[in-house]
């Protein structure tokens, strides 16, 4: 069968064959196994060849997870051509932008720029509420490269989007006493139970300076000296506060590292205690970060 769907996608000259085609690719792209035997058998470029057609873009993005499979569809031709895609989809947050996109479509600049594509790069930008908007959303440890204008569309052309956590919501902190007031605030949506892992800490690898970092990193161990910070870009876990002053005693989430089942280092919130609708998500910042960050 697997053969069967990459003859198609060679040799096909009916376009829904190779529309069945890339989704049974899609498919086979959800495990690991799928992806290696997709890479090793050339369908990438055959992918890549399918653009930008929105089964393709997703399937390709799904696969741009793998470091290896990146790098083939670099080699491919295929980032310039999702790169397009989001550029386009760009100018579809404003409905006003309607003509200026048909306009740029209709003139050869973007080849093979349909509203199907357009539709596909629609549904990359989906931000939490109350996100702050100079901020880059993602679910993921990122190079301080990638912040970049041009790395930074790539990057989001290559890897699926993140999306929202359901369970939590940013919000205003607006009770006089607390130490953040008229700040954001991260809180729970649902009740949580003890021992759910809530989301990851995700930002931008950088080396430790030491003093004054800021209050968005966070200090991987080990004799690495990287902090993840999450100034410039993170999700929504850049917005947990510290417990102290808050009136509650003790926190009632905590961060830990692990390890993905591909051995790739990941920073969990986890919840210590159970956690009610609305209550405001607390980790503990650690004495070091108060005497850091201290004000003189």
């Known amino acids: 069968i697997f053969e069967d769907v990459l003859e198609a996608l060679r040799s096909s000259p009916d376009d829904q064959a190779r529309e069945r085609a890339v989704l049974s690719l899609w498919k086979i792209a959800a495990s690991d196994s799928g992806q290696i035997a997709i890479r090793e058998a050339g369908g ?13 873009a997703r399937t390709l993005q799904r696969l741009a997870c793998d470091p290896d499979n990146e790098d083939a569809i670099r ?22 932008n309607a003509a200026a996109l048909d306009a740029l479509a209709a003139s050869g600049r973007y080849p093979g720029a349909t509203r199907e594509a357009c539709d596909f790069g629609r549904r990359t930008c989906v931000l939490p509420i109350n996100w702050e908007k100079t901020v880059r959303f ?58 759910t892992r809530l989301l990851r800490y995700c930002g ?16 991987l161990k080990g004799d690495l000296d990287i902090d993840i910070d999450a100034l410039c870009a993170g999700n929504e876990s850049r917005f947990i ?15 830990n590292e692990t390890r993905s089942d591909t ?34």
């Open 75 to 96: 080699e491919a031709g295929g980032v310039t051509a999702l790169v397009t895609l989001v550029a386009l989809q760009n100018l579809r947050t404003d409905g006003t």
């Open 138 to 195: 993602t679910n993921r440890f990122l190079s301080e490269g990638t912040l970049a204008d041009g790395q930074w569309a790539m990057h989001c052309a290559l890897h699926a989007p993140p999306r929202p956590t359901g369970t939590v919501r940013i919000d205003l902190i607006t009770r006089p006493e607390h130490p953040c007031a008229g700040q954001r605030g991260l809180f729970a949506e649902v009740a949580l139970r003890m021992g």
């Open 241 to 255: 506060n510290d417990h102290r002053g808050t009136g509650t005693h003790r926190p009632n989430v905590q961060s």
């Open 204 to 219: 931008v690898a950088r080396p430790r300076l030491g003093v004054g970092d800021g209050g968005y990193r966070f200090a």
């Open 263 to 296: 051995g790739e280092l990941e920073v969990w919130v986890e919840v210590q205690r159970p956690i009610a609708a609305r209550e405001e998500i607390l980790v503990s910042y650690g004495s070091r970060y108060f005497i850091e960050n201290e004000v003189e």
């Open 44 to 56: 990438l470029p055959l992918l890549v060849c399918e653009l930008p057609r929105s089964a393709a």
